[in-house]
């Protein structure tokens, strides 16, 4: 079992900013990527950031936060950060982390974490 811990979430006002973290603990196989999602009330959920788990470390972000957020990881301590800078009310969301799996070929599983609220207001 694989478990995701997030942490990092908050309020801050706009222009400020955060560093979330997900750790994962239990056994992790087949890992190719790690990234964040968020989710606005109101709105489906986004796609922020995502980072492949080879030694690239290729990163892509949504159009909105580029240039402003940055995701990166630490292999050794199974953890993957969202550095959150300039932020802005429309960031307000929860952010969930996730670790995509390789299962077989043709077939990738998701873990998830719980979920950490991020308040952008004055």
């Known amino acids: 079992q694989v478990q995701l811990v997030e942490s990092g979430g908050g309020l801050v006002q706009p222009g400020g900013s955060l560093r979330l973290s997900c750790a994962a603990s239990?056994?992790?196989?087949?890992?190719?990527?790690m990234g964040w999602y968020r989710q606005a009330p109101g709105k489906q959920r986004e796609l922020v950031a995502a980072?492949?788990?080879?030694?690239?470390?290729?990163?892509n972000y949504t159009d909105s936060v580029k240039g402003r957020f940055t995701i990166s990881r630490d292999n050794a301590k199974n953890t993957v950060y969202l550095q959150m800078n300039s932020l802005k009310p429309e960031d307000t969301a929860v952010y969930y982390c996730?670790?995509?799996?390789?299962?077989?070929?043709?077939?990738?599983?998701?873990?998830w974490g719980q979920g950490t609220q991020v308040t952008v207001s004055s």
């Open positions: 996730y670790w995509k799996a390789a299962v077989i070929a043709g077939m990738r599983r998701d873990y």
């Open positions: 980072i492949t788990s080879g030694s690239g470390g290729v990163t």
């Open positions: 239990g056994s992790i196989f087949r890992i190719v990527g």
